[in-house]
């Protein structure tokens, strides 16, 4: 079955203690993007990966970072987690660039306190 | 930086009534997708339109791409519980991997 799969799904963590939220996709799909969205907000992307080792920034990435060492796999991490970090987060994946059809994972909430 | 607009927010219809999210952007697009979110879940894809006045239909629901590309709606004849959700347009950006959506149109179906 085609899927995007995160974990962990929920998440509490206190200020300060690096976290990483993993992404893999089984559909050996070019890209692959984080989001997060809170509400009122939409979804606001925050790095998005073109291929393995080509990543870059997307509209809000202060705070995380990103690797893509592996086609499959791209995950996102805190480094040092902050209140305003509390959020839902979102990997997603597509075959080809932002204007093909995007395959969410389940998501990821995020408490940070 | 390119921006997508979606009104109304919310929208609270009595089962049977139409609906229509309107979604506008401050760039001209390439294409436009939709996705639907239901309470709980992921963004789940619907449609993608690219050509200029495009009008795709997906049974009740009817998607439009405006002439410009700069706009686009999605109307939903005869609502059903089955439709509550969250429905976001997006677009993409000027580099390849970028997309933005908008944010949103809540929809919630009263029986």
């Known amino acids: 079955e085609a899927q995007v799969t995160q974990n962990p799904r929920y998440l509490i963590t206190v200020t300060g203690k690096k976290l990483t939220v993993t992404c893999s996709q089984n559909m050996n799909h070019e890209y692959m993007s984080w989001y997060r969205q809170d509400p009122g907000l939409g979804l606001r992307q925050i790095y998005y990966s073109m291929n393995v080792e080509v990543t870059d920034k997307g509209d809000v990435p202060e705070g995380y970072k990103v690797s893509r060492k592996e086609k499959r796999n791209f995950p996102l991490i805190l480094e040092s987690p902050s209140p305003n970090q509390t959020s839902l987060y979102f990997c997603?994946?597509?075959?080809?660039?932002?204007?093909?059809?995007?395959?969410f994972g389940p998501g990821t909430r995020l408490t940070v306190t | 930086g390119q921006q997508v607009m979606q009104i109304p927010q919310y929208q609270h219809v009595q089962e049977g009534e139409d609906f229509t999210t309107y979604c506008n952007s401050s760039?001209?697009?390439?294409?436009i997708q939709w996705y639907k979110q239901r309470p709980g879940g992921h963004p789940v894809f619907l449609i993608q339109l690219v050509k200029s006045g495009e009008v795709k239909k997906q049974k009740r629901l009817t998607f439009q791409f405006g002439e410009a590309k700069k706009n686009s709606s999605l109307h939903i004849t005869a609502t059903q519980t089955t439709d509550v959700g969250t429905y976001f347009c997006?677009?993409?950006?000027?580099?390849?991997?970028?997309?933005?959506f908008g944010d949103g149109t809540t929809l919630t179906v009263k029986p």
């Open positions: 760039t001209t697009l390439s294409n």
């Open positions: 997006a677009g993409p950006g000027t580099n390849a991997g970028k997309s933005t």
């Open positions: 997603a994946s597509s075959e080809g660039p932002a204007g093909e059809q995007q395959y």
